[in-house]
């Protein structure tokens, strides 16, 4: 694991964090505790574990899925549109059908909010974590990082 995984990591998690934690528990908390489903005091060690967990694994998956793409943003793309859908399908459709609440709508309008902008924030962080110099051509390509 070279520098790039690691700045990929940080790339996800260092954004993810303060995204969740005032989507979720400043800017929107009211509307989520009117959704009364979520516990009083959330576990906020726990979703950190979640976030890291996910870090690590994007941060190896991006060079494999996205790193042959010449163009980061291009990677960016890939990866916002692919890990964004199954993320949302993970997080807001099961939820939203096993889950007590007071309304479906609201909390799938919510978590689809919050699901967009953090890839829309994320996908470039991570892609531009593998972004490199093409040797010899001075042009920046993710196909370097997919080798290395």
Same mark, same amino acid.
């Given at each position: 694991? @070279?520098? *790039?995984?690691? &700045?990929?990591?940080?790339?996800?998690?260092? !954004?993810?964090?303060?995204?969740?934690?005032?989507? %979720?528990? /400043?800017?929107?908390? @009211?509307?989520? %505790?009117? &959704? #009364?489903?979520?516990?009083?005091?959330?576990?906020?060690?726990?979703?950190?574990?979640?976030?890291?967990?996910?870090?690590?694994?994007?941060?190896?998956?991006? !060079?494999? &899925?996205?790193? %042959?793409?010449? @163009?980061?943003? $291009?990677?960016?793309?890939?990866? +916002? =549109?692919?890990?964004?859908?199954? $993320?949302?399908?993970?997080?807001?459709?099961?939820?939203?059908?096993?889950? *007590?609440?007071?309304?479906? /709508? @609201?909390? =799938?309008? &919510?978590?689809? +909010?919050? /699901?967009?902008?953090?890839?829309? =924030?994320?996908? !470039?962080? =991570? $892609?531009?974590?593998?972004? /490199?110099?093409?040797?010899? #051509?001075?042009? !920046?390509?993710?196909?370097?990082? #997919? #080798?290395?």
């Amino acid at each position: 694991m @070279d520098k *790039r995984f690691w &700045l990929a990591v940080l790339a996800y998690l260092v !954004p993810s964090f303060p995204l969740g934690y005032l989507w %979720h528990l /400043t800017v929107f908390a @009211d509307r989520y %505790h009117q &959704l #009364a489903m979520y516990r009083e005091q959330v576990i906020i060690p726990m979703g950190l574990a979640s976030m890291l967990t996910q870090a690590v694994l994007y941060a190896w998956a991006y !060079p494999r &899925l996205f790193g %042959h793409l010449k @163009d980061w943003k $291009a990677g960016a793309l890939g990866f +916002g =549109v692919f890990f964004g859908l199954l $993320a949302w399908s993970f997080v807001v459709l099961p939820v939203a059908a096993k889950y *007590r609440m007071t309304s479906v /709508t @609201d909390f =799938v309008v &919510l978590e689809t +909010g919050f /699901t967009l902008l953090q890839y829309l =924030v994320v996908a !470039p962080c =991570v $892609a531009l974590a593998y972004r /490199t110099v093409h040797a010899g #051509a001075g042009l !920046p390509t993710a196909r370097a990082a #997919a #080798a290395g």
